[in-house]
Nanobody
Framework: QVQLVESGGRLVQAGDSLRLSCAVS?????????LAWFRQAPGKDREYVGH????????DYGDSVKGRFTISRDSAKLSVNLQMNSLEPEDTAVYYC????????????????WGQGTQVTVSS
């Protein structure tokens, strides 16, 4: 059974930094997989934040977070991190991590497994 668990979300002020983590269990390796971060604000669709390929560590980011957010992986822990800097109120959302096989995608429907999400709130 594959499980993804996000953690690290909390209330912060604009301009602050925050680090989220996503731990994967139920697999011995994530080779040939892509792990991605999405977020969903109230009344909005799930938005692509970025992804990382497990083998090469290649990353990609959505336009709204590029230059501020960084995704990394920890092979020993089978986890991914989302380092968020210069946070803005517009970043307020529930942040989810997703897992899919093979090729990366910016479409949430392409991902096979999801965590329950962690709430990030950025005050003005």
């Amino acid at each position: 059974q594959v499980q993804l668990v996000e953690s690290g979300g909390r209330l912060v002020q604009a301009g602050d930094s925050l680090r989220l983590s996503c731990a994967v269990s139920g697999r011995t390796t994530l080779s040939r997989h892509t792990l991605a971060w999405f977020r969903q604000a109230p009344g909005k669709d799930r938005e692509y934040v970025g992804h990382i390929t497990w083998d090469a560590g290649s990353t990609d980011y959505g336009d709204s977070v590029k230059g501020r957010f960084t995704i990394s992986r920890d092979s020993a822990k089978l986890s991914v991190n989302l380092q968020m800097n210069s946070l803005e109120p517009e970043d307020t959302a529930v942040y989810y991590c997703g897992l899919k096989k093979f090729f990366p995608s910016r479409r949430s429907n392409d991902y096979d497994y999801w965590g329950q999400g962690t709430q990030v709130t950025v005050s003005s």
